[in-house]
């Protein structure tokens, strides 16, 4: 089978960075849909790009279509042809719009009976004919966040289209889009000038060429080339650049000659907190800072330069001309800020919206401090660590209204700033770390607040936020969440469930609603409402910890308040649910509950109405496992409650071997009921196990 390489590059005008992996992915989703679609093969197919360039590359690509022989039906059998043989005027119709002859019709077996065929033969279409209509229609439809249209012409882009290669093997696939008609000439680097130009001799020569002008085409490859530039830069010295990857990805995406370059910046900036300057640096300028072996800030940094090595000093003195301003405006406002105390700022919270039916910043603090106080109250915190909970929760949205945020250059600092400016304001030990921690977790793979006065906190301010939120009927719909309820909601379970505190989720919900008693939103309805929407949450998070889905149900069903408890009774029964003897007492405990199921009123067990021997058995059992799980349960040692439960089986397999539980004497029916059902409650301060699915039963 012939076969030739394809290469489509289209040559542009810098596109933006986060524009090009969503470009790329939807050239390469496409095309595998058109190959797919044209019965079209190709050994391996490389999609890249740079930030002025779009490329598919593919290899051994099929040169034509496979020939396809169809069948074709026509008339049935009986009516196709007149009683001299010669075809009927419906199989004569056939015949010529298929442009065949008598000859070549056969028979085949249909469910009406037989019916005329015949075979035709397709002929399969030249692959380069059909590249030249995917790629008139591809280019034109590649999705961007936003596009432009230049010049006179009517096409429009992410950025203006400059040139289009499009080769056959050695040969040009000649079509035009837009204004531009393709070719085989690419452009190389921009430090070469706009006019520095490579013809591409074929598909197969691609990346090689474009390196002769300084362009290196495979994403991975420049990834690679940064990575290990900055991880020798420094070898030999006490120095090593601090690789972020989302920064690394980012400036993979910028440079199409990747040139690791050192510069610095001025000492006296590095009495900025570190986060400032590497935010600074990082964020506005895509710089790498660099630390020294202590692992400390240093004021050097690394950038990578797309233009010539050769002018590697004069373009490190234009990067560190544009830093020092920066730099600058971040001193003056942090000099600024700390002329006064951390908690001077909290008086024009008053003046920010929390959120317009839910009030200002200052009246959130003040809920966040009421709700930090009485979760400390639940936990029976000593006073010390009330009073630092209450003084965290008091200044812990206080850098908000600073000028190092209020001027929107540094806003993914907050919490941050605020503990660098209470450390400069005195605060006593932990409140500043509380103030930084409070926001914590900020997404799902985000580390949990260490402190305890930070976790407390944490929880107040975004239980605060939920209830609020949730209360005046904002709850989060499909992928809606514009307050991140349920990242706020996650974090909660989260904190509580690996902190250990023994509190129930809801006893802190209806305290916080209450804090907007004056709003009317502390309803029964409201309360009910936030309680489901944690339980969602509760459940995902025990999702998280591996816990099956029917061991979930199954301690959920009881009671979700408690999450320690919760976790803790989740782990022990799904510990059990591969020890037989368990499995064997899941299903007698599944005919407790169909037995009761229906049986709403609380009944009581009188030991005089007990005529078998297996009841009075039964009984004692009951009582004696009452006894034992009870200290059990208090100290959380719900696997020894299982092994409690387990030892009862033996005893309930004879009551229903023995025992006629549907008796037609009332009276012993519903003693026997109310046995049964006092096993079940039993058995419901761990779990319901009638709805665990062991193996075998439903």
Request: hydrophobic residues 40%; charged residues 25%.
């Amino acid at each position: 089978m012939l076969t030739k390489d394809f290469l489509l590059e289209i040559g542009t005008e810098e596109i933006p960075a986060g524009y090009l992996n969503d470009a790329i992915n939807y050239i390469d989703t496409n095309f595998k849909q058109f190959l797919q679609t044209n019965r079209l093969s190709s050994n391996k197919i490389i999609t890249t790009f740079t930030p002025r360039r779009l490329a598919l590359i593919a290899f051994d690509l099929q040169a034509k279509q496979e020939d396809l022989d169809i069948i074709k039906t026509g008339p049935a059998k009986r009516i196709a042809f007149q009683e001299d043989g010669n075809p009927s005027p419906a199989l004569d119709g056939f015949l010529r719009n298929n442009k065949a002859t008598k000859d070549d019709v056969f028979f085949q077996d249909s469910p009406k009976g037989e019916i005329t065929a015949i075979r035709i033969k397709q002929t399969g279409l030249v692959t380069e004919e059909l590249l030249v209509q995917w790629m008139s229609t591809i280019i034109t439809t590649i999705p961007f966040p936003k596009r432009m249209k230049w010049g006179q012409g009517s096409m429009d882009f992410a950025r203006p289209v400059r040139w289009v290669v499009s080769l056959w093997g050695d040969e040009i696939l000649r079509f035009t889009t837009g204004t531009v008609s393709s070719g085989r000439k690419s452009y190389g680097n921009r430090f070469l000038g706009l006019e520095t130009s490579i013809d591409i001799a074929r598909a197969h020569d691609y990346f090689n060429a474009l390196k002769q002008i300084n362009v290196f085409a495979e994403r991975q490859v420049r990834y690679d080339m940064i990575r290990k530039q900055l991880q020798n830069i420094f070898t030999g010295t006490d120095y090593s650049v601090d690789i972020n990857e989302g920064l690394l990805q980012t400036v993979t995406d910028l440079v199409e000659y990747p040139n690791a370059v050192i510069a610095e910046f001025e000492e006296r900036f590095l009495i900025l907190p570190e986060k400032i300057i590497t935010s600074t640096i990082s964020q506005n300028q895509k710089y790498f800072a660099v630390m020294d072996k202590s692992a400390k800030l240093t004021n050097k940094f690394v950038f990578i330069s797309n233009g010539n090595p050769e002018h590697s000093k004069l373009i490190r003195q234009g990067n560190e001309k544009v830093v020092k301003p920066r730099l600058e405006d971040a001193m003056w406002y942090y000099h600024e800020d700390t002329k006064h105390n951390l908690e001077e700022y909290v008086p024009a919270l008053a003046n920010v919206v929390f959120q317009a039916e839910l009030g200002t910043l200052k009246e959130k603090t003040e809920r966040i401090v009421n709700i930090s106080t009485y979760i400390c109250n639940l936990l029976h915190s000593p006073q010390n660590e009330v009073q630092k909970a209450q003084r965290t929760a008091l200044l812990c949205k206080a850098d908000l209204v600073t000028k190092m945020l209020g001027e929107k250059e540094f806003t993914k600092l907050q919490g941050y700033i605020g503990m660098h400016y209470a450390i400069a304001s005195n605060e006593q030990e932990g409140v500043p770390q509380g103030i930084y921690e409070h926001y914590m977790p900020r997404g799902q793979n985000d580390d949990l607040p260490q402190s305890q006065n930070g976790a407390i906190v944490a929880v107040a301010d975004k239980l605060d936020t939920v209830c609020g939120i949730i209360g005046i009927g904002m709850l989060p719909t499909g992928s809606a969440d514009p307050y991140a309820l349920r990242r706020a909601a996650n974090g909660i379970v989260q904190i509580i469930a690996e902190r250990k505190w023994d509190i129930n989720i809801a006893d802190i919900i209806k305290y916080s609603l209450s804090q907007y008693a004056h709003l009317g939103l502390d309803k029964p309805e409201t309360n009910k409402t936030i309680l489901n929407f944690f339980h969602q949450r509760i459940n995902w998070y025990l999702q998280q910890q591996n816990i099956e889905y029917d061991v979930i149900d199954s301690v959920m069903h009881i009671d979700f308040g408690n999450i320690l408890f919760l976790l803790e009774r989740a782990k022990a029964v799904q510990d059990f649910k591969v020890n037989s003897d368990f499995v064997k007492l899941v299903i007698g405990f599944k005919r407790v509950s169909n037995i009761i199921k229906d049986e709403k009123a609380i009944l009581s067990i009188s030991e005089t109405q007990f005529i078998e021997p297996a009841e009075t058995e039964l009984f004692t059992a009951l009582r004696k496992l009452e006894s034992s799980i009870e200290i059990e349960l208090e100290q959380l040692n719900f696997t020894q409650v299982l092994n409690h439960l387990v030892s009862i089986r033996p005893a309930i397999d004879r009551f229903f071997d023995d025992v006629l539980v549907n008796a037609e004497d009332e009276k012993l029916r519903l003693n026997r009921y109310a046995l049964l059902q006092e096993i079940r409650n039993a058995f419901l301060k761990v779990a319901d196990i009638s709805l665990l699915v062991v193996e075998g039963k439903g």
